[in-house]
């Protein structure tokens, strides 16, 4: 019988450090609304406007981080580089490390990986939030995203992958730089979200849910009146960067925001379950009430 757990149930929240690296990650990072349990470091290569109202920054540099980031922590614990002490200093008194980057350039997908290595040599909880190109990129771009893919899932014990090629599919005349919004969006949101329901005695058992799928897909939805929670889950599931099939889900985290008079976490799981049967799940509902009676869903599901 699938396991279900809620998250948050406890009143310590977890100490989360949103870690934005490179160009695509400071910009997001800009965009999340960081709850009190939770700080906001930046990483690039050099002052940046998307690091401006960031106040924890480190400067890395990139000629030498993939070096840096391939290194097994499990054979090289002690941490010698100025990169790996900033961040470790950052990561100070950290239960969890929610890494947001994008794959395939220079600093970004090497810096996601060193981020992974520095939280684990410390014991942190890591989740990664990553990009991949677009196909329009270039093979060399996509090949380097590959690359630190899998350094990443070495890295990190869990890896959110969002691909802009589906969202083009479903809107293929959005402007790139649109989509990049709509993207940075959701994972803002995302980061958000789950920093303001975890707590602290969630750490652990959420690092052994993540670890158990290689493959993390998100989705998002929404829905009002009668049928709100069949269309929350519905559009969650039709999301662009939710791929795979609904039946192979095996582990689900799944976000709850709604109305404070309106009960609907069982509801709402049903139709979770419905779709994804043998997943386990671990679920709560957001602080912040939804407004009128609409209600939002964010899953995560593993792979």
Same mark, same amino acid.
């Given at each position: 019988?699938?396991?279900? &757990?809620?998250?948050?149930?406890? %009143? =310590?929240?977890?100490?989360?450090?949103?870690?934005?690296?490179?160009?695509?990650?400071?910009?997001? #990072?800009?965009?999340?609304?960081?709850?009190?349990?939770?700080?906001?470091?930046?990483?690039?290569?050099?002052?940046?406007?998307?690091?401006?109202?960031?106040?924890?920054?480190?400067?890395?540099?990139?000629?030498?981080?993939?070096?840096?980031?391939?290194?097994?922590?499990?054979?090289?614990?002690?941490? =010698?580089? *100025?990169?790996?002490?900033? #961040?470790?200093?950052?990561?100070?008194?950290?239960?969890?490390?929610?890494?947001?980057?994008?794959?395939?350039?220079?600093?970004?997908? &090497?810096?996601?990986?060193?981020?992974?290595?520095?939280?684990?040599?410390?014991? @942190?909880?890591?989740?990664?939030?990553?990009?991949?190109?677009?196909?329009?990129?270039?093979?060399?771009?996509?090949?380097?995203? =590959?690359?630190?893919?899998?350094?990443?899932?070495?890295?990190?014990?869990?890896?959110?992958? $969002?691909?802009?090629?589906?969202?083009?599919?479903?809107?293929?005349?959005?402007?790139?730089?649109?989509? $990049?919004?709509?993207?940075?969006?959701?994972?803002?949101?995302?980061?958000? @979200?789950?920093?303001?329901?975890?707590?602290?005695?969630?750490?652990?058992?959420?690092?052994?849910? /993540?670890?158990?799928?290689?493959?993390?897909?998100?989705?998002?939805?929404?829905?009002?009146?009668? *049928?709100?929670? $069949?269309?929350?889950? @519905?559009?969650?599931?039709?999301?662009? &960067? $939710? %791929?795979?099939? *609904?039946?192979?889900?095996?582990?689900?985290?799944?976000?709850?925001?709604?109305?404070?008079?309106?009960?609907?976490? =069982?509801? #709402? /799981? *049903?139709?979770?379950?419905?779709?994804?049967?043998?997943?386990?799940?671990? &679920?709560?509902?957001?602080?912040?009430?939804?407004?009128? @009676?609409?209600?939002?869903?964010?899953?995560?599901?593993?792979?």
């Amino acid at each position: 019988m699938p396991d279900v &757990w809620r998250l948050g149930e406890p %009143t =310590e929240r977890a100490r989360v450090a949103i870690v934005g690296c490179g160009g695509a990650g400071c910009n997001t #990072l800009r965009h999340v609304v960081a709850p009190p349990n939770a700080e906001r470091i930046a990483v690039n290569d050099a002052p940046h406007p998307s690091m401006a109202g960031v106040p924890r920054r480190i400067l890395v540099r990139p000629d030498v981080l993939q070096g840096f980031a391939v290194m097994d922590e499990r054979i090289v614990e002690k941490m =010698e580089t *100025h990169e790996e002490k900033d #961040l470790a200093a950052a990561f100070l008194n950290r239960d969890l490390v929610l890494a947001l980057g994008g794959l395939g350039g220079e600093l970004g997908g &090497w810096g996601l990986s060193l981020v992974g290595r520095v939280a684990r040599i410390l014991g @942190d909880t890591t989740l990664a939030l990553a990009t991949v190109p677009f196909t329009a990129e270039g093979r060399i771009r996509r090949e380097a995203a =590959e690359a630190q893919l899998a350094l990443l899932r070495r890295k990190a014990d869990g890896v959110v992958t $969002f691909a802009n090629d589906e969202l083009l599919r479903l809107a293929p005349d959005l402007p790139f730089v649109k989509s $990049f919004a709509v993207l940075g969006s959701a994972m803002a949101r995302l980061a958000s @979200d789950l920093s303001a329901c975890v707590a602290r005695d969630d750490v652990v058992p959420l690092r052994r849910l /993540l670890a158990r799928s290689r493959d993390w897909r998100f989705g998002m939805g929404s829905g009002t009146e009668k *049928h709100r929670c $069949f269309l929350a889950v @519905d559009e969650a599931y039709r999301s662009p &960067w $939710f %791929t795979g099939r *609904h039946e192979d889900v095996r582990q689900a985290v799944v976000l709850i925001q709604r109305p404070a008079d309106l009960p609907v976490e =069982e509801e #709402l /799981l *049903h139709e979770v379950r419905i779709r994804s049967p043998l997943a386990d799940v671990s &679920w709560a509902v957001l602080p912040a009430p939804a407004s009128a @009676d609409r209600v939002l869903v964010e899953i995560l599901a593993g792979l």
